[in-house]
């Protein structure tokens, strides 16, 4: 018999402490493991565990609450957010997609001077690949990174329109839909259906503080050269100020925005052909 103590170890070292460590950095990445590990934390909890103060504890989690790694229950404890037990998009072409959109994001933000936002659709969830923000004082901040419903934000809705029944079934009804927390309930889904269809007919969708507060958006879905949805471009807009923005032609000029992004995706083709 041999003895497996004397048998080359294939296990991996322990990693060791970087040198220069950034001590905040650091700390949200601790934070995140005891979101993970512990499902619930407070905040008197969180700055115990780090060594901090509360307010340096609060900064932090306020921040894994901005991207979507942390939420708040209805005792004010933080439990892990969406974007927590999401993995990779998995998708190569978002960082090409995100290059090309991000002149013509640029373009539209200045002419409407609200916030511009890429997304991409992964399962029921979409993902923010990019923000381009107004300049308004008070205007919808940063998202990229972020990770909410398709089915509540204005993109996700107008992306999730273009695909088959059977799939948005699939998606938000089955079983599978069940054990990720995505299903819509009984009572819902035939009002989220014939919204899929509306939104169909008139090419874009909108969102009216379905995902956050005092937020609006209209959102239109990207297509590369085979028709074949690969994002959407959402314009968000503080709640109070969404109608005038709507009437002064905000679905033309998201129309015209989306277009152009197209013709250069078409003329630089990824790995999503």
């Known amino acids: 018999m041999q003895n497996d103590s004397l048998q080359p170890s294939t296990r991996k070292p322990l990693q060791k402490r970087p040198t220069y460590s950034i001590e905040a950095v650091d700390n949200a990445l601790q934070l995140l493991q005891l979101l993970r590990d512990g499902g619930a934390l407070r905040l008197k909890d969180a700055a115990s565990e780090l060594g901090v103060a509360p307010s340096t504890a609060h900064r932090l989690l306020a921040m894994l609450v901005y991207r979507g790694f942390a939420v708040q229950d209805e005792n004010r404890r933080y439990v892990p957010g969406p974007a927590m037990g999401v993995g990779p998009a998995g998708l190569g072409w978002t960082r090409p997609l995100r290059d090309l959109a991000l002149p013509h994001m640029?373009?539209?933000s200045a002419r409407l001077d609200e916030t511009v936002n890429l997304m991409v659709r992964v399962g029921t969830k979409v993902r923010f690949l990019a923000t381009v923000e107004g300049s308004n004082v008070l205007r919808v901040g940063d998202r990229q990174g972020t990770v909410m419903p398709a089915d509540k934000t204005s993109g996700g809705k107008v992306m999730l329109a273009e695909l088959e029944p059977a799939m948005i079934y699939q998606l938000f009804r089955s079983q599978n839909a069940g054990i990720g927390g995505d299903t819509i309930p009984d009572d819902s889904y035939p009002a989220f259906i014939r919204e899929l269809e509306t939104i169909r007919g008139n090419g874009f969708a909108a969102n009216f503080e379905g995902t956050e507060e005092g937020v609006s958006a209209l959102g239109m879905a990207v297509h590369n050269r085979h028709g074949q949805v690969v994002g959407a471009l959402s314009v968000?807009?503080?709640?109070?100020?969404?109608?005038?923005?709507?009437?002064?032609?905000?679905?033309a000029a998201l129309r015209e925005t989306c277009r152009q992004l197209e013709i250069d995706i078409a003329a630089n083709p990824a790995d999503e052909d």
Do not use: Q, S
């Open 106 to 108: 640029e373009l539209l």
């Open 236 to 251: 968000a807009t503080p709640a109070t100020r969404f109608r005038k923005v709507f009437d002064a032609g905000l679905v």
